[in-house]
Nanobody
Framework: QVQLVESGGGSVQAGGSLRLSCAASGRTASSYSMAWFRQAPGKERERVAA????????FYADSVKGRFTISGDNAKNTVYLQMNSLEPEDTAVYYC????????????WGQGTQVTVSS
């Protein structure tokens, strides 16, 4: 089992930056594939970035490539999402999630953090 707590959301103007943090407790984040999802009002939840610390592999949705960076700190058991050049379309609740290696479903979720980008 792992517990996930996000932080770092807030309001920013278009073109600005935010860094989200996801602190994992229970088991180490390197035991899982970690991801950031987002969900805007009236839209489906979207996986924006993923990281497998053990393999060092990453995934980015086309909508955020070149602007967002996912990274992890094993010592702090924390995963980050650095978001640059933010756009109003990035406004959403952002969720951290974890998936046991070899599984396809993300089993563990944080409570979410709001990101609002104004034009």
């Amino acid at each position: 089992q792992v517990q996930l707590v996000e932080s770092g959301g807030g309001s920013v103007q278009a073109g600005g930056s935010l860094r989200l943090s996801c602190a994992a407790s229970g088991r180490t984040a390197s035991s899982y594939s970690m991801a950031w999802f987002r969900q805007a009002p009236g839209k489906e939840r979207e996986r924006v970035a993923a990281l497998t610390l053990r393999a060092g592999t990453t995934f980015y949705a086309d909508s955020v490539k070149g602007r967002f960076t996912i990274s992890g700190d094993n010592a702090k058991n924390t995963v980050y999402l650095q978001m640059n050049s933010l756009e109003p379309e990035d406004t959403a609740v952002y969720y951290c999630a974890a998936r046991t290696m070899g599984r396809t479903v993300y089993e563990y979720w944080g409570q979410g953090t709001q990101v609002t980008v104004s034009s």
